[in-house]
């Protein structure tokens, strides 16, 4: 058994040797997604879709929470349309799938596979809106969107994903941005409450935002090895593509009007976050709200007397709290093996009940991410269960905040920035003059870009750190994923 | 308001008239669906989706507590695998949509945007399954597929549709098979208890089962102007595709086995059912436990005092009882706007309140499918209500029922049905050879096909009704969606 256990702990390539190889590796030993026949495209398996379904549930509430409907529209979007947008055409022209023939016909006007909704739903709108009471439009929609990667990586890009897409219509710019911003707002919960990923949320610059936007918001995550993650994105689209589009409605004032318009989506990329920002050499740490599985109850030496009816019976408890438990009783696999196997999967406890510890009216439990055997008392398990996992929520909460300010750098010198960041990776907070040559010899000396100007600013000094002229803005600098 | 009334209901052709054409305008007046810009794709609008929702997470639920998990599978098929199983491929070849361009490059092979998944599922099953210990594989995925369809209707024959695909591998034929009928039956449970329609289940002809099964069963439903409608199926699938894709695995002797494969669907179709059993001249009529909004309270004088007061207050009490409830204080729309488009929405319950009534203890309720006026005390209103929604649940199944039972005929001559059919459109009951020959007759002289040889056979003499051999079933024939 215990040589058993080594190797299955080889498996998975330590982080320090190789952090690219280990995240893939605990996705693949996981099961959580495969490659498909088809290049760049992946398959999500049942864990990994577990994970996925905790983030719309919990997103789809809030949602509707705040007033928006779910709706769907056609996967295949004419050329023509796609072009009415300049930027956005410009923007995702290069990266979609072409439909050519239906059946043996070949079309008369090519058909892309849609790698968002934006003109599509904004011509459905145009034919829908009629005047200022029927906003505002608060709809969303819950799919998969297709963009040809050249080079891919599981959840993180791949040519087709899932997500959702939000699009609304106001009446004001005040609305709008509102909206946009409640929006990223939910995001952020979904990342610090459900995910317990801690995020900097702020505005992107011009060069970073969504092709038609006329402002881009963001929440940004660090990962493990010092990489930021854009975790999902909030987009005031202003008039642009209503006055594309040619979207106008009657306003209070009996004059034509154009709406305001809002975008916002988050995706299964958020999985590579989870990954990303909570896992170790051992595998997944998933914190306990999106963990399919919380507790798993593994009962020892169970073929003596009672222990199977004593699982089974703190089983039922816990269930009936709420807490998602599962027993393994499987007289296929060792002990040992089953420790491995759930510390793998990331279950947020374990519980071992022996003859012994039944006896003694106890159980040993493991918090997956501290590995250390604790007793607990039998009575009131449920309760003790329920505590704990709100405790580790929070820990890894905490853990991955505190992980991130060791890794939050205050540039004071842009030339020392550019020696430490190799030896260094993380986020630099730095002040920036506002202007594009900046944000270009930035990327182009360091390989990291400007991730957002965040919402909070601080005072860095009043000179750009890369050109020395003024400063406009404190930004969040990292390599990204 | 009179006026305006009439006005309202004239919008909706009388499907006396012309049950095309009801059937449009009560989808189209209540944005269930609309048009979109690619011909025989449509949009599936707000309250057309939260339709789909409730079905959606009816039938997960049961899928889940059957021990069938959720997956994902790429789009993109590629034209290679959709060729494995020739029967397959002769059957959707003719209308799958091509993707022929990645960006500006033009692809070295062809890929489909999927009609269905079974080619790739089991390219991938092929990969993973190894052992008897890793059966039965239960899963089952939610996603759009796309059908090159000629003429196209809202709901019951669209390009582009959402569905869920199960797809499962057994140790054995037997338990294949147990599989496929107990999916038949959650879908029976999703009509018959969720939407109030009742089914026929039968396993398909030959010549109407899914392209490359070994058997399929169905649920059929017949519709307000006596066509059927085929609603779900369920497919045994045999070993023609683990064959043709070569899954094995190491069986119990330790010799390498091909499992046995089902596969089984359910669409957005079946809203197009729950409109055609249940709706009338008025608009739609939902089942309660279907409806996305159960109970609506319309305050009647509401600047009276204390009316919105003790709406209110009935709101939470219905609420706080689990009832969808909604509340319309809008004064921009008449009480008897109000009324006409709820009835249109197809709300189970209205509740009207004005002062009298609260002086008198009592509210005016009236549910959709009656249209007549009842007077229930305001206490225990809630519980009173929710009585009235369990009962409508049962009254519409049992009037479906009844419409179908006077609709369903037992033939006794062949000729006497052909004359007969044009005025008797329904469920015909029937004996047949099994033959091949007689379905295309049928076909040819009626336009009516076989639905199904039902579970539930009954003996109507000796003889095929359409060639006088011996007969082998029992079958119902309808003209069909």
Chains 1, 2 share one sequence.
Not at 95 to 110: D, I, N, P, Y
């Amino acid at each position: 058994m215990a040589k058993k256990e080594k190797d299955f702990v080889k498996e998975i390539t330590p982080m320090e040797e190789d952090f690219s190889r280990w995240y893939t590796d605990v996705i693949m030993k996981n099961e959580l997604v495969d490659y498909s026949p088809v290049k760049g495209f992946m398959v999500i398996r049942p864990y990994g879709y577990a994970l996925w379904e905790k983030i719309q549930s919990y997103a789809d509430e809030k949602f509707k929470e705040t007033g928006h409907k779910n709706m769907y529209f056609p996967l295949l979007i004419p050329e023509s349309l796609l072009t009415k947008e300049k930027e956005h055409v410009e923007g995702f022209a290069p990266e979609v799938a072409w439909v050519t023939h239906g059946g043996s016909q070949e079309l008369g006007e090519r058909l892309c596979v849609r790698p968002t909704s934006e003109t599509i739903i904004c011509h459905m709108y145009k034919k829908w809106l009629n005047s200022y009471r029927d906003l505002p439009y608060l709809y969303n929609q819950w799919c998969s969107v297709v963009r040809w990667e050249k080079s891919t990586r599981p959840f993180l890009r791949t040519s087709e994903f899932l997500w959702q897409e939000g699009h609304t219509l106001h009446e004001t710019y005040e609305e709008s941005q509102e909206e946009t911003l409640k929006m990223l707002n939910i995001y952020k919960e979904v990342a610090e409450d459900l995910m317990a990923m801690p995020v900097v949320v702020g505005q992107k610059s011009e060069k970073e935002k969504f092709a038609g936007a006329f402002a881009t918001y963001t929440m940004e995550a660090l990962m493990h090895d010092g990489q930021a993650l854009q975790a999902g994105t909030s987009h005031n689209l202003g008039q642009h593509f209503t006055k594309a589009f040619e979207i106008k409605y009657q306003g209070r004032t009996g004059k034509e009007e154009f709406p305001f318009h809002t975008s916002w989506g988050i995706s299964t990329r958020l999985i590579g976050g989870l990954i990303m920002v909570h896992s170790d050499n051992r595998g997944l740490v998933l914190p306990p709200k999106i963990a399919p599985t919380q507790v798993v109850i593994i009962p020892i030496a169970q073929k003596k007397e009672g222990v199977l009816e004593k699982s089974n019976e703190i089983f039922d408890k816990i269930k009936a709290r709420g807490i998602r438990v599962e027993l393994d009783d499987d007289l296929g696999n060792s002990t040992g093996w089953k420790f491995n196997q759930y510390e793998m999967k990331g279950y947020p406890i374990r519980i071992e009940l022996g003859p012994r510890d039944i006896e003694n009216n106890q159980a040993v439990v493991v918090r997956r991410d501290k590995l250390e055997k604790e007793i607990i008392s039998l009575d009131n398990i449920d309760e003790t269960l329920s505590e704990m996992l709100d405790t580790m929520q929070s820990d890894l909460f905490e853990k991955a905040k505190a992980h991130r300010e060791a890794h939050t750098y205050v540039v004071t010198d842009y030339e020392q920035y550019k020696k430490d960041l190799p030896t260094k990776p993380g986020f630099a907070k730095m002040m920036w003059c506002g202007c594009r040559e900046c944000e270009d010899k930035l990327k182009e000396e360091t390989g990291a870009t400007i991730r957002c100007i965040p919402f909070e600013q601080e005072d860095l000094g009043d000179k750009c750190h890369i050109c020395g002229k003024e400063a406009k803005h404190m930004i969040y600098v990292a390599k990204a994923y």
